[in-house]
């Protein structure tokens, strides 16, 4: 345990069931539907949407089958969750240092790596303000533990999403991994077009996923605000890229792409959810 000090679930109930046993229902249920039939093994960084699990949780169920396929599945020490900031609160880049509460158990920070990072960016900071009403990381923890898939985190909320912070976040999450020898992941939470038609969406949504294809995350950051996509979450996105690009990759696959109208079986306003495995 990283200290006394525990981040509560906010979204237990809302986004996701109340409880263990209804949470792990559903999830189990959300694998199971999950089919990623290419080779990503060899995946670095990963997408997951992080909408209520009856909407976008099939897509998400995709990344963490990715992740499942990893070629260090088993051994990964860390997977770094990097979230937009919704509600405006807190810094510019928020990295928490205590531990979190889910309903599938604690899920535990890596205080040593997360003051890595800190201390090798201009400007992430440690701040827990950030984080107590934010969903966009809590969402993907009873998935990450569900599937076991590394034994601690760091979890950073973007508020600053530009150019800039997202290439000063993943170079220090860079140098962390290096300074520490960490086995890590990161993995972007995003959701992607809101509240246009499902042809708008898609339409806007796959110009973005033919720039992450390629990995040009630059490109990615620029277009989104020049195409008017509100993805969301495009600041840890790009980081997800450009870390990945940082260790090798060299495309990002798309696993899954889906909207809440397949739902709701109304597609006038849609949002748009997308997983990727970074490779």
Not at 101 to 127: R, V, Y
Not at 200 to 210: A, N, P, S
Request: glycine share 8%; net charge negative; aromatic share 10%.
């Amino acid at each position: 345990m990283s200290g006394m000090q525990v981040r509560k679930a906010a979204f237990e109930g809302s986004f996701y069931p109340r409880g263990k046993a209804k949470v792990e229902f559903m999830i189990e249920k959300l694998m199971g539907m999950a089919k990623v039939n290419i080779d990503v093994a060899d995946a670095v960084a990963y997408v997951a949407p992080h909408a209520g699990y009856q909407y976008s949780g099939r897509t998400a169920a995709h990344t963490f089958t990715a992740m499942r396929m990893n070629r260090n599945y088993g051994a990964i020490d860390d997977v770094i969750v990097v979230g937009p900031n919704h509600t405006g609160v807190g810094t510019a880049v928020s990295v928490s240092l205590i531990d979190w509460e889910t309903p599938l158990g604690t899920a535990e920070t890596d205080t040593e790596f997360a003051k890595a990072i800190c201390e090798a960016s201009h400007i992430a900071e440690q701040d827990e303000t950030a984080h107590y009403g934010e969903h966009s990381i809590e969402v993907q923890l009873p998935f990450l533990l569900h599937e076991h898939i590394a034994r601690r985190y760091a979890f950073v909320c973007m508020g600053d999403q530009s150019i800039e912070a997202c290439m000063d976040l993943a170079g220090a999450i860079g140098k962390a991994v290096d300074s520490t020898g960490r086995n890590a992941l990161v993995l972007a939470s995003s959701d992607f077009n809101h509240y246009e038609s499902a042809d708008m969406g898609k339409r806007k949504d796959t110009e973005l996923f033919g720039i992450l294809h390629d990995l040009d995350y630059q490109t990615f950051n620029r277009r989104v605000y020049e195409i008017q996509d509100s993805a969301c979450g495009y600041g840890p996105i790009t980081v997800a890229a450009m870390y990945a690009k940082g260790r090798g990759a060299s495309q990002g696959i798309l696993l899954n792409y889906s909207n809440s109208g397949d739902v709701t079986q109304e597609f006038d306003e849609v949002v748009d959810y997308a997983s990727f495995a970074f490779v």
